[in-house]
């Protein structure tokens, strides 16, 4: 019998999130844990998105608005663009797969780095267009060269994570700049900025400020993060109207639901909440990052809402150790299945990380 999918999919692996609450307490009969696993913002969401999706709620048994107007509207105001040059996606991770599915053949090729955010590879793989895992530098740190050099006549697409996750390094103005200018001109360089909230580096720029560099520029924003509505799935993305324009024709009609837009629109509205997560998050990166290091342990630099720390033993199996603890890490891949990747959560949260952690190395 013929095979039932073609290779590609055949390959694919599914996406694998962190681990939810519901599972640790009927795997393990935990109460009470805490999931430092998914980058969430630890604060819960506004409570103006609280009472725009209950409002919203009313509304369901009409579809949603499928061009997304008054989003868009929004935030065309928010960043002083043209709405013509925003397009809405089901979390940023379905424009990922849009972009793959929109600009590449499977006779073009694509690139991106390693570790990076897994998400790049399965659209990839999802189209079956060729691609280039390009590794970090040894300290993590991005390696603009070799990036560079992994562009063939044949790419059309590169994916940069700006911070990174799963490293929260950050690529910096003269990196990205660098970037931007010599990648050829036929690339359309996307710009994954799902942690920009939280990036307070001198050198950190936003791709948005570098806009003119280039003109095939995808930048990619997400509501899951610092916003947090990670489970409404609201992102979107700024780039050239013709670019744009492209990505709307491929998107599912009602990409996004009524209460995503609605959710959305109203988290635009109460950014002192999203300084507050911002404000906790920048105290709680420089406590918990010293804390680990003076338990002999190594932390990537971070410009995000979590931390990657090394340990001696396998991660995975410090990683069970704290699910026993009630604590929900991530473990990571090789090559880092000595890693463990922690989000901050809320100084209580990290507090009982901490001993946790404490407790699993005695
Ligand atoms: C770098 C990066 N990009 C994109 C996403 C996808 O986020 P969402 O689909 O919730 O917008 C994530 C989520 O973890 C991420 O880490």
Same mark, same amino acid.
């Given at each position: 019998?013929?095979?039932?999918?073609?290779?590609?999919?055949? #390959?694919?692996?599914?996406? &694998?999130?962190?681990?939810?609450?519901?599972?640790? &307490? %009927?795997?393990?009969?935990?109460?009470?844990?805490?999931?430092?696993?998914?980058?969430?913002?630890?604060?819960?969401?506004?409570?103006?998105?609280?009472?725009?999706?209950?409002?919203?709620? *009313?509304?369901?048994?009409?579809?949603?608005?499928?061009?997304?107007?008054?989003? %868009?509207?929004? @935030?065309?105001?928010?960043?002083?663009?043209?709405?013509? +040059?925003?397009?809405?996606?089901?979390?940023?991770?379905?424009?990922?797969?849009?972009?793959? /599915?929109?600009?590449?053949?499977?006779?073009?090729?694509?690139?991106?780095?390693?570790?990076?955010?897994?998400?790049?590879?399965?659209?990839?793989?999802?189209?079956?267009? $060729?691609?280039?895992?390009?590794?970090?530098?040894?300290?993590?740190?991005?390696?603009?060269?070799?990036?560079?050099?992994?562009?063939?006549?044949?790419? &059309?697409?590169?994916?940069?994570?700006? $911070?990174?996750?799963?490293?929260?390094?950050?690529?910096?103005?003269?990196?990205?700049?660098?970037?931007? /200018?010599? *990648?050829?001109? #036929?690339?359309?360089? !996307?710009?994954?900025?799902?942690?920009?909230?939280?990036?307070?580096?001198?050198?950190?720029?936003?791709?948005?400020?570098?806009?003119?560099?280039?003109? /095939?520029?995808? !930048?990619?924003?997400?509501?899951? &993060?610092?916003?947090?509505?990670?489970?409404?799935?609201?992102?979107?993305?700024?780039?050239?109207?013709?670019?744009?324009?492209?990505?709307?024709?491929?998107?599912?009609?009602?990409?996004?639901?009524?209460?995503?837009?609605?959710?959305?629109?109203?988290?635009?509205?109460?950014?002192?909440?999203?300084?507050?997560?911002?404000?906790?998050? %920048? #105290?709680?990166?420089?406590?918990?990052?010293?804390?680990?290091? +003076? @338990?002999?342990?190594?932390?990537? $630099?971070?410009?995000?809402?979590?931390?990657?720390?090394?340990?001696?033993?396998?991660?995975?199996?410090?990683?069970?150790?704290? @699910? /026993?603890?009630?604590?929900?890490?991530?473990?990571? $891949?090789?090559?880092? +299945?000595?890693?463990?990747?922690?989000?901050?959560?809320?100084?209580?949260?990290?507090?009982?990380?901490?001993?946790?952690?404490?407790?699993?190395?005695?």
């Amino acid at each position: 019998m013929d095979a039932l999918v073609p290779p590609n999919v055949e #390959r694919m692996v599914p996406y &694998k999130p962190g681990k939810p609450l519901e599972e640790l &307490k %009927r795997e393990y009969g935990i109460d009470h844990a805490v999931k430092l696993a998914s980058n969430e913002n630890p604060l819960g969401p506004s409570p103006l998105v609280v009472e725009a999706v209950r409002a919203a709620a *009313t509304q369901l048994h009409f579809y949603p608005d499928g061009s997304g107007f008054d989003l %868009r509207h929004d @935030l065309a105001q928010h960043h002083g663009v043209p709405m013509n +040059e925003i397009v809405l996606g089901n979390g940023s991770n379905e424009l990922i797969d849009q972009v793959c /599915r929109t600009f590449p053949t499977p006779d073009d090729h694509a690139v991106f780095g390693t570790p990076s955010f897994v998400c790049y590879e399965l659209g990839c793989l999802a189209e079956n267009v $060729p691609f280039t895992a390009v590794p970090l530098r040894e300290n993590l740190a991005w390696d603009v060269d070799a990036l560079l050099a992994a562009v063939t006549p044949r790419t &059309k697409v590169l994916f940069v994570a700006n $911070p990174n996750n799963p490293t929260g390094a950050h690529m910096g103005r003269a990196d990205l700049e660098r970037l931007l /200018r010599e *990648t050829p001109e #036929r690339v359309v360089v !996307v710009l994954d900025e799902a942690y920009v909230e939280f990036a307070d580096a001198p050198d950190f720029v936003s791709a948005l400020e570098l806009r003119h560099l280039r003109e /095939r520029l995808l !930048v990619l924003r997400t509501f899951s &993060k610092a916003y947090g509505i990670a489970g409404l799935r609201v992102g979107y993305g700024i780039g050239p109207a013709k670019l744009v324009d492209f990505l709307q024709r491929m998107r599912a009609p009602f990409n996004v639901s009524l209460l995503g837009l609605a959710g959305a629109r109203a988290a635009l509205k109460d950014p002192e909440h999203v300084a507050r997560y911002v404000a906790l998050n %920048r #105290r709680e990166r420089a406590r918990v990052g010293g804390a680990l290091t +003076e @338990l002999g342990l190594r932390v990537a $630099p971070s410009q995000a809402n979590f931390v990657l720390v090394e340990f001696a033993r396998p991660g995975r199996e410090i990683y069970e150790a704290l @699910l /026993r603890h009630g604590v929900i890490v991530r473990a990571m $891949p090789a090559p880092l +299945e000595n890693w463990l990747r922690i989000t901050l959560g809320t100084e209580p949260q990290n507090d009982r990380l901490l001993a946790a952690v404490r407790e699993v190395l005695r």
